[in-house]
Every structure is written in structure tokens, then in C-alpha cells.
């Protein structure tokens, strides 16, 4: 229900207590819950739906970024302002046993007669599934479908970012590119869905491999583009050699078939993205030219 709906269910902006109860008890028949708070913020009764959100046991709520809400300053802030109601805020209500419930909350001030406030109506919306939701389609519009990874739209923004960071705080981080070692003959030989297999298996392998704050994304049909935050090429290069190892000992087809792959691996020192990239995708043409199955970084194979 949008907000302008229920603000019209109210009989108008000086609805007596037993008109906010019918109020009320007809938002619980449309799965809506409600508080009444008086102007200092002291709860004055709530509807059936409210109380089964709220539950008995201690709760807290939090914003989207995840900062601390007390509602009571909420509602203290809107009688102190009621020319300002709160429209479709999102809170997360967490309660005993730490189970999240996301929100979309609408405050509106009732007035007295005289014009002063003397009460906060604060309805809940349960939006999780709607929650859920959008953050399904987001998956799907940031990661590449075969393989888990970022898309490349996405690693390219997230790098961005790195770079932006990077400058700002004076942290390094390592970048790689990485590329299946003849990946066109392979999908030749065995065909397509058992390449489209390796990459899945490769996707996943990253994905489970990388550290949390780690990024991940397919910048091609067979090559991957990593971003390694606060972290020494020479650091970054342990954790990369290691993968490559688990790549080339990994069987990811039905028939035991393996594929070894090859990367460029540079460290950020102030260039642009394309700058960064170009030296990198340098380094993996190195590597190819040079044996495959290796890593090349500023001129040295490995």
C-alpha cells in the first residue's frame, strides 16, 4: 500500500483516540501494522499486527547502512515538526533471536484542537519478501550468469571505485588478469557446454577461493579481471599462485578433463583504469607467449 493510501484512511488530521483504534484495527485486516505514540514518545497502544512485529522479547532498529534508529526520536522529532511526516522510510526491526524484519514505516502527526500535536501514528509494512526481491534482480543485473562473477559492467565500476579509494587513503591493491589456456581448442575439441562447465567451475573456484573484500568479475569469454584491495603484488602473488595450482590439479567435467590458465599481475601506483588494465593484459600476453600455465608480473615469469 503506497503511502498516500494510507494517509487517506485516516477521517482527517484530528481523529479522536477511538477513531485511531478503528483506524488501526482496520489497517491489521490489510496486514499493516500501527503505533501510537503521545507527542514525548510514550507508546499509547498498538494494533495486533504491531505487537506480533514487535513481539514481547528486547528489539532494536537500524537504518539501511545499518546505524542504530530509536524510534522515539523519530516520533519526539515529527511533534516537535509535524509539518514534516515521514514517508516510506525502510528500518530493519531486529528481535529475539536475531531475526531481521525489514520495514517500510509512515509517521503522521494528529492534532488537538488547538493545533498542537497529540499524537504519532507509526504504521509498519513488512517488506522483506519485496527485499528479497530486489536483491535477486540485482544479482542478476551485477554478476555474470555463467559463472557467479561480477558482469563486466560491474568489476569495471568496482575497480573504479578501488582506484578512487586508493588515491583518497594512500592503500595499495593488485590487479590480475586472468585468461583459460587454450580455451578456443579446448571448446573445439569437447565442445561448448563443456567449456561453458569450466568457466561455471572456474567462477565458482574464485569465488570460494578470494578473501571477502576481494573482487571477482569476467571481462571476456574465457578471462576474469581481479581487484586484490590492501594488498602488496608481492603479497597478492602467494594467494594467486596458490589458486592457479588448485586450477591446474582440478577436474571440472565429467571426463576428468583439466585446463591450466595464465595471468598478468600489476600493482596500482596512481594510473588510470584503462592504463592499468592495458599493463596488465601485457603482462597475461607475456605469460601465453612464454609457456602458458604461469603468472608474469612487471617483466618477471613465474
Given amino acids: 500500500m503506497q503511502a498516500t493510501e494510507?494517509?487517506?484512511?485516516?477521517?482527517?488530521?484530528?481523529?479522536?483516540?477511538?477513531?485511531?483504534?478503528?483506524?488501526?484495527?482496520?489497517?491489521?485486516?490489510?496486514?499493516?501494522?500501527?503505533l501510537v505514540f503521545s507527542p514525548d514518545a510514550l507508546p499509547v497502544f498498538q494494533n495486533k499486527l504491531a505487537g506480533t512485529l514487535m513481539g514481547d522479547a528486547p528489539h532494536t532498529w537500524a537504518d539501511e547502512s545499518g546505524q542504530p534508529v530509536v524510534i522515539e526520536d523519530i516520533t519526539k522529532m515529527l511533534a516537535h515538526d509535524p509539518?514534516?511526516?515521514?514517508?516510506?522510510?525502510?528500518?530493519?526491526?531486529?528481535?529475539?533471536?536475531?531475526?531481521?524484519?525489514?520495514?517500510?514505516?509512515?509517521?503522521?502527526?494528529?492534532?488537538?484542537?488547538?493545533?498542537?500535536?497529540?499524537?504519532?501514528?507509526?504504521?509498519?509494512?513488512?517488506?522483506?519478501?519485496?527485499r528479497n526481491l530486489q536483491s535477486e534482480i540485482k544479482k542478476l543485473t551485477t554478476r555474470d550468469s555463467l559463472t557467479g562473477v561480477f558482469n563486466q559492467r560491474q568489476v569495471m565500476y568496482l575497480l573504479e571505485n578501488e582506484i578512487h579509494r586508493a588515491r583518497r587513503y594512500g592503500t595499495p591493491f593488485t590487479l590480475a588478469q586472468l585468461d583459460v589456456d587454450l580455451f578456443f581448442p579446448f571448446c573445439e575439441?569437447?565442445?561448448?557446454?563443456?567449456?561453458?562447465?569450466?568457466?561455471?567451475?572456474?567462477?565458482?573456484?574464485?569465488?570460494?577461493?578470494?578473501?571477502?573484500?576481494?573482487i571477482a568479475g569476467r571481462i571476456g569469454n574465457d578471462e576474469f579481471l581481479l581487484v586484490l584491495p590492501n594488498v602488496s603484488l608481492k603479497d597478492a602473488l602467494v594467494g594467486l599462485e596458490r589458486l592457479r595450482v588448485l586450477i591446474e590439479t582440478q577436474t571440472f567435467t565429467d571426463d576428468y578433463l583439466r585446463v591450466?590458465?595464465?595471468?598478468?599481475?600489476?600493482?596500482?601506483?596512481?594510473?588510470?583504469?584503462?592504463?592499468?588494465?592495458?599493463?596488465?593484459?601485457?603482462?597475461l600476453l607475456n605469460a601465453r607467449e612464454s609457456g602458458r600455465n604461469r603468472f608474469c608480473l612487471d617483466g618477471d615469469i613465474l
Fill in 189 to 214: 575439441k569437447y565442445g561448448q557446454p563443456v567449456g561453458d562447465g569450466v568457466l561455471a567451475g572456474i567462477g565458482k573456484q574464485l569465488i570460494e577461493s578470494m578473501r571477502e573484500i576481494d
Fill in 260 to 283: 591450466t590458465i595464465s595471468g598478468g599481475i600489476t600493482e596500482y601506483t596512481g594510473e588510470n583504469s584503462a592504463t592499468l588494465i592495458e599493463r596488465s593484459k601485457s603482462l
Fill in 83 to 130: 509539518g514534516k511526516p515521514i514517508f516510506q522510510n525502510v528500518l530493519a526491526l531486529t528481535s529475539a533471536g536475531l531475526r531481521i524484519t525489514w520495514l517500510s514505516i509512515n509517521v503522521l502527526p494528529v492534532f488537538s484542537e488547538n493545533g498542537n500535536v497529540r499524537r504519532i501514528l507509526l504504521t509498519l509494512t513488512d517488506i522483506n519478501e519485496e
Fill in 6 to 34: 494510507v494517509q487517506s484512511l485516516l477521517p482527517d488530521s484530528h481523529a479522536d483516540d477511538q477513531e485511531i483504534k478503528r483506524y488501526a484495527a482496520l489497517l491489521d485486516r490489510l496486514g499493516i501494522g500501527m
